[in-house]
Every structure is written in structure tokens, then in C-alpha cells.
């Protein structure tokens, strides 16, 4: 739709032809007719009466295309928009009509008939109807369209969608089964073998668990966030393995937020960001807090670390947040927030905000 | 009787340390002189420690194993054994330079074959192979650069890289030395003689015992008594160019006239 608006005439050779072809079409119906009940032709009338009736719908028919654009006949307000393309169908259909008749009673005038108001009156009364058929076959032809077109770009938006999930997919699984964190993580339990046998099948567990988890993702677009919150806590707890003391994790969930769904793996990569980029930076202890929060029809996700921070020089979006926002933005168009920034003492916050919705899938 | 291994121990992993050391322990004839958590404490304690062996971890963020050799220097640098979880990049520098590393998880058996190995060259008085070998390491890291394109800056709690392009000139302060770049002054922990090592000689020249010049900076040269000279820099610092350095400097510019 907006694709029409930014060039009006883009689509005037198709509505001339396609008014063209009418009026040829009307032009043979009345012929065909007129010569089966043995009427006499009169051919300029004839010609003008229907090329006219055709070329003056061809002029309206932008107008009918902004009226549809503007009065969309879609919740919430299909009532008042019925009622407003009913009132413009039997104005425009009017206004056409009287303007067509008139250029009709002209021809005929020339040719030394009368022109008559009353005829005018009376033709714009008997066919007010059939203009306002005309209205609703230009207004369902370019519903029609539309409809097409959107379910053409959702398909085109779905198949994006999957392919950036994939990919997301893919970077948590390579997260796992990523050879350094892996074979770190492999490493600590050989270390944890003989300090604390119990600490290293506890770290085996958890490490299996995650490859388990990924390898048995299925691919949906949106888990219940408590799902994420699984997968999260082994992450963190190899991570707190890994790195003791310098790494003490946060979370703070409402408890309402564990049946939200959100999407797949996007807490994840944040989470690694946080403890990659923030943490490790600093010398001494790390934090992470993870919070959780509805506020009414929204979820808002944090992710904060006391590291040293971004270069004052970076690009504040963050990189490698480059997919997640893709994806955020395909998932809830305008709907939502990313937001990585500085926080005003020590390291940063990253901030997802999207619509809260309950999931419903079956657990 | 051999003197034990003085060695430093540097992994941002504590477990990691840890599994080292107790490993090491077995050995034998090993003093843990240190354990450092990232590179930054790993380049002070090799500066000021001076270890006979340095387990050194590649992946550590921000400051990895591999800036720390550049940062301190090879010929600076102690034996050295490279403990990585994986890094394809690394082990192939590794191969190519022949140079030892460890895999992690680490197994007992082949840490005791680098210590053998690493003795051996001590006692084989080996050492300037390896410095060659770990410079030939940084040339290839660099994609064949021979001298690194940036200095580590220390500040506290953070740490930045100043691009060896910006710097015009740099003075010796104390134990301490200044880096003039872009109108700015760097202050770092260091000596003279070593950033001079890592600066490439057609480009910088020492013209005093505490000064080292980027040559394109110089914009004037004036002979004083005693065969002294006085240069005088784009940036309008004065300096002085002393006997003992006044012929290297001008063989220098003879040369690498190009690179003015």
C-alpha cells in the first residue's frame, strides 16, 4: 500500500486499459442489443455515452483507491467504514452519472435533440445502483490486491524469519558446542575430577544437558520463557564453574513473566555479551542481574553487568545484536525496544521490550 | 643439581590455574612463581619476575596471550609453553612457527614432555631460537607484519590500544615513559629499551638516551657545539640529538629517505 502511494501514476497504463476494455465491452453489449431489438444506432451517442461512462470512473477510480485506503473495511472500525463507502459508493456514483449523462444529452443535443434537465435527474435516480456496484467491484478488486500482497510479504517475512531463527540457532548451538567454551568447560571438570567429584558429575550433568537441550530445539519461533530460563540456568552455572568467584549472577523474575512466551534463544547471546564483554573486562568481582518484568501489555527484559563498559567510540546498538534486532523487528514490526547503553556507574544494560503475551502452547 | 623452574602460570580461568599447578606439582623441580588472571597482570609479572617458563593462555579476553608476547617482546620473553581450548588460527601460527603448545583439556603426560622439552633448551642454552621462533610467531598472527601497529595503554580499569601510526615522539620519564601522539601524552609503565625493540627502526630513531622520534616528524635539525644537534618536530617540541646516537640517525635518514 504504501508502495502505490509513492507513485500515483505508477498504476495509470493498467485502470486506463482496464477502463479501456470496459467501455469496449459496453459499447459491444449495447450494439449486440440494440441490433437484436431492432433499435436504431446512433454511433456518436453511442460511442460517447459509453467511453465517457468509462473514462469518468477511470478519472474517480484514484479517489475510490484512497477512500479504500483510508476507510479500510477491517476491525475496529468496519461498521463506520461500511457506512462511509455506502455514502461515497451512492455520492460518487451519482457524481458519475450525472456528469456521463450530461456528456451523453451534449452529443445528442448537437445532433439537435433537446437537452434536458429532467432526463439528466431521471438517469442519474434509475442508475445510482449500478454506479455503486462499479464502486464495490473497484473497492474488492483492491482489497483483493492487498490481501494478496500481504499474505505475499508475510510469506516472504516467515521464510526471513526462519532463516534469522536458524541463524540464531545456530550461533547458540555453536555457543555449546563452540570448541573453546566446550573444551574450557571440559577442562574445569578434568580440574573439578579430583577436587570435588560430586561439583565435577554436577558440571558433566549441566554441560550434557545444554547439547541435549540445542540438539533437541525444534526450531520454534517463540518458547515459553521459562524454557529460556532453563537452558539460561545450566549456561550460567557452567559459566559460574568456570569462573568462581569472579562471576556472581542476579536474577530477578516476576513470577508472572515464566508463562510469557518470548522468542527463542534471545536471552542467550545478551547473557554471553554480558558475561564476555562486562565481566571478564573487569578485573576483581562480576556481576550479571537478569530481571524479568511485566509492566501491563509489555515484557521488559534486562541484562546488566558492572564491567568496564562500551568504548565511549562504539556503536551504541551493539554489535552482534545486528540479528536480534532484525528479528525483534520482523517478530513485533515497531512493537518493541533494544537498547544496549551504558549504565551511569560501571558497565552496561542491555533492555528488550516486546508486547506481553501469554503463551499458550502445550508444555 | 639443576635449579627449579621458575614458572608463571596465566589463564583467566581459575580451575584452569589450578589444574596447572597441581599438575606442575607432580613434576618436580618447578617453583610456581605466580599465577596471573589476564594478560595485563601477565605482562607486569613477566617485566618484573623475569620467569625461566610462562603457561600461557591464548584466549584471555581483551588482552590475549599472543599481545602479551608483542607487548613484552620475544627477546623479553621467557620460554614460553601455549595452552589453548581451541583456536584453529592459533594452532596453525603454532605448527608453522614449531613452537609448543597444550591442549586443554590438559593431560598429564604431554605437559610433562613440554617441561622436558623446555629444559632442554635451557640447558642446550637454546633461547634465542625461541625468541626467533615466538617473533616469527607475531609476524605470522600479524599477516606478516614484522613490528606490532599498536601500544597497550594502561589506565585504571581500563585498558586501550594506541596506534604505533599516531605516535610522533616519546620521552623516558623515570621508570615510566611518555608517549607524545596527536598532541596527546600517554603515560606507561615501561623502558625506553624495550618499546624501542617493538618500533620499527626505518620509521622510529632513538636520538637520546631518554627520547625515541617518529623520523617524518622532524622538521628541522640545527648542528650545535660538542656535534650535538638540536631537532625541532612538526609538532614544535624541541629535542636534543646526542653524539652517540647522531650517526644512526642520519645512516636512518639516508636510507629511508622513502619513508619520509
Known sequence: MKKTQTSPLRGFPLLFGAWTLFALFMLLQSYVYRTKVGQEINFPALLAGEFSYAYIWLALTPLVLRLADRFRLEKPSFLTNLGIHIVAGAVLSATHKFASGTVYELVRSTQGAEFSWENQLHGVLAYVDYGMLIYWVILLLKYSRDYYRRYRDSEITASKLEAQLSRAHLEALRMQLHPHFLFNTLNAISVLIDRDPEDARRTLGRLSDLLRLTLEYDGVQEVPFEREMDFLDRYLAIEKTRFGDRLTVRLDVDPDVMHASIPAMLLQPLVENAIKHGINRQRGPGIVEISARRNDGTLRLQVRDNGVGLPSNSDRKGVGLTNTRERLERMYGTQFLLDVRNNTGAGVTATVEIPFRKDHGVQ | ?260
Open chain 2, 1 to 260: 643439581m639443576k635449579s627449579p623452574l621458575r614458572t608463571l602460570i596465566v589463564d583467566d580461568e581459575p580451575l584452569a590455574r589450578e589444574g596447572l599447578r597441581k599438575l606442575l606439582s607432580r613434576i618436580g623441580d618447578i617453583e610456581i612463581i605466580g599465577e596471573c588472571a589476564d594478560g595485563v597482570q601477565a605482562i607486569d609479572e613477566i617485566r618484573s619476575e623475569r620467569p625461566d617458563l610462562v603457561f600461557l593462555d591464548i584466549q584471555m579476553p581483551e588482552v590475549s596471550g599472543f599481545d602479551v608476547i608483542e607487548q613484552v617482546g620475544p627477546a623479553s620473553m621467557p620460554l614460553v609453553v601455549f595452552v589453548t581450548a581451541f583456536d584453529e588460527h592459533a594452532l596453525r601460527a603454532f605448527n608453522v612457527c614449531a613452537l609448543d603448545y597444550l591442549l586443554k583439556p590438559v593431560d598429564p603426560d604431554r605437559l610433562s614432555v613440554s617441561v622436558k622439552r623446555v629444559r632442554a633448551y635451557i640447558s642446550g642454552k637454546r633461547k634465542d631460537e625461541v625468541t626467533e621462533k615466538l617473533g616469527r610467531l607475531l609476524e605470522d598472527i600479524r599477516d606478516g607484519k614484522k613490528y606490532p601497529d599498536r601500544i597497550m595503554i594502561k589506565t585504571p580499569g581500563r585498558i586501550t590500544f594506541l596506534s604505533v601510526g599516531e605516535v610522533d615522539w616519546i620521552e623516558a620519564q623515570g621508570d615510566y615513559i611518555c608517549i607524545h601522539a596527536n598532541g596527546k601524552k600517554h603515560l606507561i609503565r615501561d623502558r625506553i629499551s624495550e618499546i624501542e625493540e617493538r618500533l620499527d627502526p626505518d620509521l622510529f630513531a632513538r636520538t637520546h638516551r631518554s627520547a625515541i622520534v617518529r623520523l617524518s616528524q622532524i622538521k628541522e635539525m640545527q648542528p650545535l657545539f660538542s656535534g650535538e644537534y638540536s631537532i625541532l618536530l612538526f609538532s614544535g617540541d624541541k629535542l636534543t640529538l646526542s653524539r652517540s646516537y647522531r650517526d644512526r640517525v642520519f645512516d636512518t635518514l639516508k636510507q629511508g629517505g622513502k619513508a619520509l
